[in-house]
């Protein structure tokens, strides 16, 4: 094959299209119910946007973006998450505001040059929701409690919820002073990746997955242990709501995310079926988003669930079935003059709301029916030229296999 995707860009193929379709509609049900309104936000923005918002020592940033200079001699940047461009769209558009809670939610690609592995391309899709204007815990767990209702609405019931806090720019320095502290005498026996985090983002030594690195990391401080009473009261606060809401979840004090703009509540949704990258969905508050970003102060929280996780996850677990899509009627002509009132006589039936479609390679009509079959067909009509010189059709029940002679306009009423 001459041309190929590219390496971890894997399309969307139509036999699974009709799960994905199943996806978006549940997760559009549940927005509205929810009082989420869509934003599309462009696939390219000013790299710096991202260098910025994301942070320019974290993995996405600093190796995984796909940036270019345009034209205009502009760096520019694939989004590789939609957090950022949301709060961008915000601000350019005057969204948000302190005293207003304003709710919106995105579906689309994004792209991330990492190594390409089960659940992990280089352009993936995801769902998500941003709220600005509340920094009540209230407001966390309702994002929460929204993503597992879109999961449970799909059969997933048994995911788990990790939760976390980080604290914000009172009580982090502190713990990151301890930690750096307890981590000095080790870090020499630590990965390469958590040196560098050492000196530049030392919390992130915490999310690091080398088995060389997991009996430090095990020992080591926790976040949560170092909150200030404001932190520590609102994370009490959404554990409290959320076990009032019925949702099961865990604390996982090592849950950091790796992204720089959270504060306070970290979450991730994980699954035992997806192996290493097993979080299908993550999310979290990030108060000072909007104001480093150059906005007013907006407190805000949200998630995004990467769509082709969700899907694996379907898949194996047959909570869905991803049935193609049928059609209710096939037109099987049988000869020229046939061919074109079956032109004709589709058309109708699609304007009368009918699924249909026709032959039209003049096959046998043995053939023409094998097709009907494939493409799920309830009935066919069959149009030969004695049927068009009595002005009628042959309307065939692909089920029984029964068959009537009657008019055009009776076979439409039959099937309607
Ligand atoms: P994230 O954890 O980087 O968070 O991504 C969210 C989800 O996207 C992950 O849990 C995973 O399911 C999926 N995902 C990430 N990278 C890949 C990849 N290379 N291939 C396939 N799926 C992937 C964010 O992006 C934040 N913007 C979420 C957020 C919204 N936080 C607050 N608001």
């Known amino acids: 094959m001459k041309y190929q995707s590219l390496r971890g860009m894997k399309g969307i193929l139509p036999e699974e299209t009709p799960l994905w379709q199943i996806i978006e509609k549940t997760c559009d049900k549940n927005f509205q119910r929810f009082n989420y309104h869509e934003i599309r936000t462009p696939v390219l923005e000013m790299s710096d946007l991202f260098t910025r918002a994301v942070g320019g020592n974290t993995d996405i940033v600093s190796k995984e973006m796909y940036s270019f200079v345009d034209r205009g001699n502009r760096k520019v940047t694939l989004r590789p998450e939609a957090t950022a461009a949301v709060v961008r769209a915000c601000l350019q558009h005057n969204l948000i505001s302190k005293d207003k809670l304003t709710k919106l939610f995105y579906f689309g690609p994004m792209f ?28 966390d767990a309702e994002t929460i409690l929204l993503a597992v209702k879109i999961f449970r609405d799909l059969g997933l019931s048994d995911l788990e919820v990790d939760i976390n806090s980080v604290g914000c720019n009172k009580c982090r320095p502190n713990f990151t002073q301890n930690l750096k502290h307890y981590l000095k005498g080790s870090i020499v026996k630590m990965c390469e990746d958590c040196h560098k985090r050492y000196q530049h983002n030392t919390m992130r030594v915490l999310d690091c997955k080398k088995p060389k690195c997991q009996h430090i990391i095990e020992e080591a401080p926790s976040t949560v242990d170092f909150l200030c009473d404001e932190c520590r009261v609102d994370f009490e606060s959404l554990l409290y709501i959320l076990k009032n809401l019925g949702i099961n979840f865990k604390v996982n004090k090592r849950l950091v995310r790796g992204l720089d703009y959270y504060t306070k509540t970290t979450y991730e949704i994980v699954s035992n079926v997806l192996g290493a990258q097993n979080a299908v969905c993550g999310g979290g508050r990030y108060d000072k988003l909007v104001s480093d970003l150059g906005g007013p102060e907006v407190p805000a929280v949200g998630f995004a669930i990467g769509l082709e996780r969700l899907v694996e996850i379907l898949k194996t677990t047959k909570a869905l079935s991803s049935k193609p899509q049928a059609i209710t009627l096939y037109f099987a002509p049988l000869g020229d003059k046939a061919k074109i009132s079956a032109i004709e006589y589709l058309h109708k039936a699609r304007q009368a709301g009918i699924s249909a479609d026709m032959d039209y390679f003049g096959k046998k009509l043995k053939a023409q029916l094998k097709n ?3 493409l799920g067909a309830l009935y066919a009509l069959i149009l030969g030229d004695d049927e068009l010189s009595r002005n009628t059709v042959i309307l065939r029940d692909m089920i029984s296999s029964s068959q009537t002679e009657l008019s055009f306009e009776e076979a439409l009423k039959k099937i309607k």
Not at 112 to 139: C, D, K, L, M, N
Request: no cysteine; charged share 25%.
């Open 372 to 374: 009907a079959d494939r």
């Open 112 to 139: 991330r040059y990492e190594r390409p592995q089960a659940g992990r391309y280089r352009q993936f899709h995801q769902v998500g929701i941003e709220t600005f204007g509340s920094a009540s815990p209230a407001v």
